[in-house]
């Protein structure tokens, strides 16, 4: 506990509080595009896939924060301060945000800790994606009543949110955080 603690430095806490941010006015603006395409996708009957397909961007906080600090809890905290500054600037979906950036921040530390923190790369990526998707949709399915749904659905549902998080959440974060270094802006 005493090493985990002893590598927040005051650039690291920066950092994290940057991406929560930044990755906060990502979640605000993402808000309204969810209605747009719940909107688009109602009349088809597939209003549920919005939230599948645009998954990835609301998890992202996490992953990234992981992949650019490298210090276990750092994405528990940026998905935190993303989802506090979404329910700020006022967010759909309101203080029950704060709940959902909980669920991802930890989902997104399980799948970095299977690799004991020590991969920063591919496998992480992959792991947090899985962890994050699964975690994540257990909770959609409850919240949104998804139970009701067919097997079919439920199936399609999570492939596409699997999707979703790994290409944005995942492979986004990873490309972001590699340019950031290519750019000399992080220590390795």
């Known amino acids: 506990m005493k090493?985990?603690?002893?590598?927040?430095?005051l650039k690291n806490i920066i950092l994290v509080t940057l991406i929560g941010i930044i990755t906060g006015l990502i979640f605000w603006i993402m808000d309204p595009i969810y209605t747009a395409v719940t909107a688009v996708l109602t009349p088809l009957g597939l209003a549920p896939f919005a939230g599948s397909i645009?998954?990835?961007?609301?998890?992202?906080?996490?992953?990234l924060a992981?992949?650019?600090?490298?210090?276990?809890?750092?994405?528990?905290?940026?998905?935190?301060?993303?989802?506090?500054?979404?329910m700020l600037l006022g967010g759909i979906w309101g203080a029950s945000?704060?709940?959902s950036g909980l669920i991802?921040?930890?989902?997104?530390?399980?799948?970095f800790a299977v690799t004991g923190y020590?991969?920063?790369?591919?496998?992480?990526?992959?792991?947090?994606?899985?962890?994050?998707?699964?975690?994540?949709?257990g909770y959609q399915l409850i919240r949104q009543d998804y139970a009701g749904f067919?097997?079919?659905?439920?199936?399609?549902?999570?492939?596409?949110?699997?999707?979703?998080?790994?290409?944005?959440?995942?492979?986004?974060?990873l490309l972001i955080a590699r340019m950031l270094e290519r750019a000399h802006l992080l220590e390795k």
Do not use: C, D
């Open 97 to 99: 945000t704060l709940i």
């Open 3 to 9: 090493h985990w603690v002893s590598e927040w430095h």
């Open 150 to 173: 067919s097997v079919g659905l439920i199936v399609a549902l999570f492939l596409v949110g699997l999707v979703s998080v790994f290409l944005f959440s995942g492979v986004l974060s």
């Open 54 to 63: 645009l998954l990835g961007f609301w998890t992202m906080a996490g992953p």
């Open 66 to 86: 992981l992949l650019v600090v490298r210090i276990p809890g750092s994405g528990l905290l940026a998905e935190l301060l993303g989802s506090v500054v979404e």
């Open 118 to 137: 020590k991969n920063y790369g591919w496998l992480s990526v992959t792991l947090t994606s899985i962890t994050t998707t699964v975690i994540t949709f």
């Open 104 to 111: 991802q921040g930890v989902s997104s530390e399980l799948g």
